[in-house]
């Protein structure tokens, strides 16, 4: 729930962005949409992976691995929710139910089976990870540009720092499932140095708007600066973690994480409107 919550924020917040008028009709569509989007990968994958997850401590509670319900009862509602969500994404416009079917697809059919064969398998989940915040302006302007790609590089780099940290501090229980999350293998300095480079590249990406070159995607200078100090306070905990290595600095860094989209998400609009 809260997952699905989350894209469904990033993709209002994307069309925010990109709306020349707001359209409520298309917000709802928007919001149905993409609830209906990762639920559908979700469910895929819990699917898939049902067997593993009923080995890890963070999952075994879920509906299949419990046997509150059938493999095939959750491919129904996976099928249903596909249905629905593309079907909704079309009504807004085409290239919004392209990318949500990307979405789905890549999710479901490279990430999830990825998962247990190799630590690539986090860039390849960013791909989909990344899609929501574009896909808002995508059904706002019905086009794919400069503004969609730079919304789509923020949110792909700032999920290595995120999830490698809850790989981090999850790394028992993953590993019980034969997941490879971490891009060294283990919770060590190597990974620690790659969270940061990666955060780096999130909050040099963010900025990026200021400097007038990303079309009609723009950011005044002081939301620029607000942006850059919520980027500090990740790159405090990133570095809190390079030099203490604990789940519990894991832990603070996914949370600052969290933290660092939403509000990166809400400046934007913000500055969109305010200034």
């Known amino acids: 729930m809260g997952l699905s919550l989350s894209v469904v924020f990033s993709s209002i917040a994307g069309y925010l962005l990109g709306a020349q008028t707001i359209s409520f009709s298309s917000l709802v569509l928007l919001s149905f949409g993409g609830y ?13 992976e049902r067997d593993l997850d009923a080995l890890m401590d963070r999952t075994k509670n879920r509906p299949i691995p419990a046997g509150r319900m059938s493999v ?5 509602i996976a099928t249903s929710f596909t249905i629905l969500g593309l079907i909704t994404l079309y009504i807004i416009n085409p290239k919004t139910a392209m990318w949500g079917a990307i979405s789905i697809f890549i999710y479901t059919c490279v990430y999830t089976p990825l998962k247990t064969k190799t630590a ?14 574009m896909l808002g302006w995508v059904a ?9 790609g730079t919304l789509f590089a923020i949110q ?8 490698w940290s809850i790989g981090w501090f999850l790394f028992d229980d993953y590993k019980k499932g034969g997941f490879f999350m971490l891009p060294t293998g283990k919770p060590d300095k190597g990974t ?11 909050v040099l990406a963010s900025i990026i708007p200021v400097f007038g ?13 607000v942006v850059f100090l919520l980027g500090m306070v990740m790159m405090f905990y990133a570095f809190k973690l390079f030099k203490e290595r604990t789940k519990k600095a894991a832990k603070e860094l996914m949370l600052s994480s969290v933290f660092y989209i939403t509000m990166l998400q809400i400046v934007y609009v913000a500055d ?4």
């Open 36 to 48: 209906f989007m990762v639920g559908a990968s979700n469910a895929y994958n819990q699917i898939i």
């Open 72 to 76: 095939n009862t959750a491919f129904i």
């Open 120 to 133: 690539l398998s986090v860039f390849v989940g960013a791909l989909p990870g990344a899609i929501p915040f």
């Open 140 to 148: 706002a302007r019905n086009d794919f540009g400069i503004e969609p």
């Open 156 to 163: 792909f780099f700032w999920q290595f720092p995120h999830f």
């Open 192 to 202: 620690a140095v790659q969270i940061i480079l990666y955060s780096i590249w999130t």
């Open 213 to 225: 070159f990303t079309g009609d995607l723009k950011l005044s200078i002081v939301g620029a600066v």
């Open 272 to 275: 969109k409107f305010l200034t």
